[in-house]
């Protein structure tokens, strides 16, 4: 498809398992982005990446939380040992330029119990 | 520190009435971007539009119109003769930086036939 694709949309985890959760952003854009969105909240910042190289990531909440984009294009959000905290919807971001005029995937739904 | 603030959660309307969603930043920050962003229910952020600091200029798109007033820290938003179709959730952003959004909490907006 055209847009920003994300798998899986929905996931379940049991406390203290790892899951990774990917994005393939559109064809083209140099920029991705991943921001997190808890219920009845608006999305907050994780990381960014241009290209391959991770140019920030202050908004990772803990050294559990991993991205890597290894070949500038399709990226992974790993977070290690899950806690219920972890709970909400993943959202992945791209643009052409960097700018903030994002394309949005349609994000993956955590739960974890 | 970057504060978007949107104080109103719910606002429900009967089609082709006009909504005006209010969104107040905070930043320290003398350049900086500002946003909004539509989520319908499919979860999808939709880019909006794009506006910086420099640039307090009103804008006019289709039914959709923004009152961007520096001195008084706000960024409003303007759904004239609103359908069915504009039901969503509605999100204010702020960047310094043009890729890394601060959103505010959301208004959703209900409009009802």
């Known amino acids: 498809g055209a847009g920003v694709s994300q798998s899986p949309r929905y996931k379940v985890a049991k406390r203290g398992q790892d899951v990774a959760l990917r994005c393939d952003p559109i064809s083209g854009h140099v920029s991705l982005f991943w921001y997190q969105q808890a219920l009845g909240q608006g999305p907050e910042f994780l990381t960014y990446?241009?290209?391959?190289?991770?140019?920030?990531k202050s908004g990772l909440p803990s050294d559990r939380f991993f991205a890597e984009r290894p070949e500038g294009s399709v990226s992974t959000l790993k977070i290690q040992r899950t806690q219920q905290e972890d709970s909400a919807v993943y959202l992945c971001?791209?643009?052409?330029?960097?700018?903030?005029?994002?394309?949005f995937g349609e994000g993956s739904r955590l739960t974890v119990l | 520190a970057q504060k978007v603030t949107q104080a109103q959660t719910e606002i429900s309307v009967v089609e082709k009435e006009d909504v005006t969603l209010d969104c107040v930043y905070e930043?320290?920050?003398?350049?900086?971007?500002l946003f909004w962003y539509k989520q319908p229910p499919s979860g999808e952020l939709v880019f909006l539009i794009r506006r910086n600091s420099f640039d307090e200029q009103n804008e006019i798109s289709g039914r959709y119109s923004w009152n961007f007033q520096k001195s008084t820290s706000s960024f409003n938003f303007t759904i004239t003769a609103s359908q069915v179709v504009d039901s969503a959730v509605y999100f204010c952003?702020?960047?310094?930086?043009?890729?890394?959004?601060?959103f505010g909490a959301g208004t959703t907006v209900t409009v009802r036939a």
């Open positions: 971001a791209s643009s052409f330029d960097g700018s903030g005029e994002l394309f």
């Open positions: 990446f241009q290209n391959e190289a991770q140019l920030d």
């Open positions: 952003a702020l960047s310094p930086n043009d890729y890394k959004l601060s």
């Open positions: 930043t320290r920050d003398t350049t900086y971007y």
